[in-house]
């Protein structure tokens, strides 16, 4: 199997600001029941993602500090877990295996072109493998 996970990410991606208002971008989350978003800034350069437990600390400091608000790159998470767009299924596979993420942002030459899921791989597997075996 020679086919890389460029070919079963998802490229239509909603991204996040450095400076995006915090509430804003929690109800992007909330309304679109996404687990979590890249943060992109001007340059367009990954420099985070927002994930919804990293929204966790926004109750937390609101229940505790009566502190609500702020901007996304307060509550980003910096270090980012990727994977390469030329990545074959079975690396990507590996990895997810071996981590508690749902997904990964995909990058080539450093730059985000994607995100690739739990459910990506095992799609790209079964076409693959599951149905070839029938």
Same mark, same amino acid.
């Given at each position: 199997?020679? #086919?890389?996970?460029?070919?079963y990410m998802a490229t239509d991606l909603v991204c996040l600001a450095p400076d995006? @208002? =915090? =509430? %804003?971008?929690?109800?992007?989350? *909330?309304? /679109?029941?996404? #687990? $979590?978003? !890249?943060?992109?800034? /001007?340059?367009?350069?990954?420099? $985070?993602?927002l994930s919804q437990k990293d929204c966790l600390a926004i109750v937390y400091n609101t229940a505790?500090?009566?502190d609500w608000g702020g901007k996304v790159e307060q509550y980003m998470s910096r270090e980012i877990e990727h =994977?390469?767009?030329? #990545?074959s299924i079975f690396d990507a596979a590996e990895k997810f295996l071996h981590s #508690? %993420?749902?997904?990964? !942002?995909? *990058?080539?030459?450093g730059r985000l072109v994607g995100q690739i899921s739990r459910h990506d =791989?095992?799609?790209a *597997? @079964?076409? %693959?493998?599951?149905?070839? $075996? /029938?």
């Open positions: 199997m020679n #086919s890389t996970i460029d070919e995006d @208002d =915090i =509430i %804003h971008a929690m109800r992007v989350l *909330l309304d /679109r029941h996404f #687990s $979590g978003a !890249p943060v992109i800034d /001007r340059n367009g350069n990954m420099v $985070g993602v505790y500090h009566q =994977i390469d767009a030329g #990545s #508690s %993420h749902r997904r990964f !942002p995909v *990058l080539r030459e =791989i095992m799609r *597997l @079964d076409e %693959h493998y599951l149905r070839k $075996g /029938r």
